[in-house]
Nanobody, 122 residues
Framework: HVQLVESGGGSVQAGGSLKLSCKVS????????MAWFRQAPGKEREGVAS???????RYADSMKGRITLSQDNAKNTLYLQMNSLKPEDTGMYYC?????????????????WGQGTQVTVS
């Protein structure tokens, strides 16, 4: 079955950078729409960025210009490079996958989720 495992979170100072990774197993990675979401305490899960199976990307306004998606199909891994981090970027970051999401950034569009990786910006 489909498994997603995130890594790369941590604690950084404002203005710093982090690169998150999402390793996908149990399926044909290139067939899926992949996305990153984040959730701060007491807030709803928010879509950050997505990349569809055709390579088209979408970025949420909240982080546009500070994040870059990339992927290594040979490693079945999705990356999220985050720069110029702000305290309001603090939260749990989740990787998600779905065959039919078509790049949309609504959490309900995605069937498969990782366990999350914590990002703390101070």
């Amino acid at each position: 079955h489909v498994q997603l495992v995130e890594s790369g979170g941590g604690s950084v100072q404002a203005g710093g950078s982090l690169k998150l990774s999402c390793k996908v197993s149990g399926t044909t990675y290139s067939s899926y729409c992949m996305a990153w979401f984040r959730q701060a305490p007491g807030k709803e899960r928010e879509g950050v960025a997505s990349i569809d199976s055709d390579g088209s990307t979408r970025y949420a306004d909240s982080m546009k210009g500070r994040i870059t998606l990339s992927q290594d199909n040979a490693k079945n891994t999705l990356y999220l490079q985050m720069n110029s981090l702000k305290p309001e970027d603090t939260g749990m970051y989740y990787c998600a996958a779905d065959l039919w999401a078509m790049g949309r950034l609504g959490a309900s569009e995605y069937d498969y989720w990782g366990q999350g990786t914590q990002v703390t910006v101070s």
